[in-house]
């Protein structure tokens, strides 16, 4: 049976042994780094733990494939433990598809924080996520665009909407977005409806500003593959 050293979240053992029973792969990066859910049991306390690894090197994609449990040596020489599943995993909202990982991981954070009722969190790495997303579509140069715009996030989505670098559609969505330090989220007062409306709308900017238009490349890809097989 393998083996898989790691803190014990149940005794508090540190680098305790654990006998590795069984993996279900949960997601994949780089096109090559495998992340995976492995179910274990502690040798000091006998308890259960499931822990998020993920893979070290490229080459160790062939030992995953065959399953970590059949080792026979320690699965730490193959995957890196990120840390164990926890009241954090439960039902969290899924970031859009084809977003850039620097957004996808506060995305996921403040979806984790949001499903055990921390919306002041939750809303503190939403903003993150429009912050990072629009920051980089402001023109070295124009009209009416101060330092004072470009550094608050409150100010800047309505100048992006003036001046038709956001969908029109998307303003009504947006007005949960304040003036900085204006919307609660630096005073630690907003409610769980307050932090839905700033997922809401960071999920659907998001899908707009990189789903859709991979969509659309992907669709567009297969219908000249179609016409080029006629």
């Known amino acids: 049976m393998s083996e898989l050293v790691a803190d014990c979240p149940r005794c508090?053992?540190?680098?305790m042994t654990f006998d590795l029973i069984s993996q279900w792969p949960v997601d994949r990066t780089y096109d090559?780094?495998?992340?995976?859910e492995v179910f274990c049991i502690c040798r000091r306390c006998s308890k259960s733990t499931t822990f998020l690894v993920s893979q070290r090197e490229l080459d160790g994609e062939r030992y995953i494939e065959k399953g970590l449990p059949a080792l026979d040596f320690s699965a730490n020489k193959i995957v890196d433990v990120e840390r164990y599943i926890s009241l954090r995993d439960t039902a969290a909202e899924m970031p859009p598809e084809h977003i850039p990982e620097e957004i996808e991981a506060p995305f996921k954070e403040g979806s984790a924080c949001f499903s055990i009722g921390c919306y002041n969190a939750a809303a503190t790495m939403f903003r993150l996520c429009i912050d990072l997303s629009t920051r980089s579509m402001l023109p070295d140069m124009r009209e009416g665009l101060n330092s004072t715009i470009r550094k608050s996030l409150g100010l800047r989505l309505p100048w992006l909407f003036?001046?038709?670098?956001?969908?029109?559609?998307?303003?009504?969505?947006?007005?949960?977005?304040?003036?900085?330090?204006?919307?609660?989220?630096?005073?630690?007062?907003?409610?769980?409806?307050?932090?839905?409306?700033?997922?809401?709308f960071t999920f659907v900017l998001l899908e707009r500003l990189y789903t859709e238009p991979v969509r659309i490349q992907k669709a567009n890809e297969r219908r000249v593959a179609r016409r080029n097989q006629q």
């Open 162 to 200: 003036d001046n038709s670098m956001l969908p029109e559609a998307l303003r009504e969505l947006s007005t949960c977005i304040k003036d900085e330090g204006n919307d609660g989220a630096h005073q630690g007062t907003l409610t769980k409806e307050d932090a839905a409306d700033i997922l809401d």
């Open 32 to 36: 090559w780094k495998t992340y995976l």
């Open 12 to 15: 508090g053992a540190s680098e």
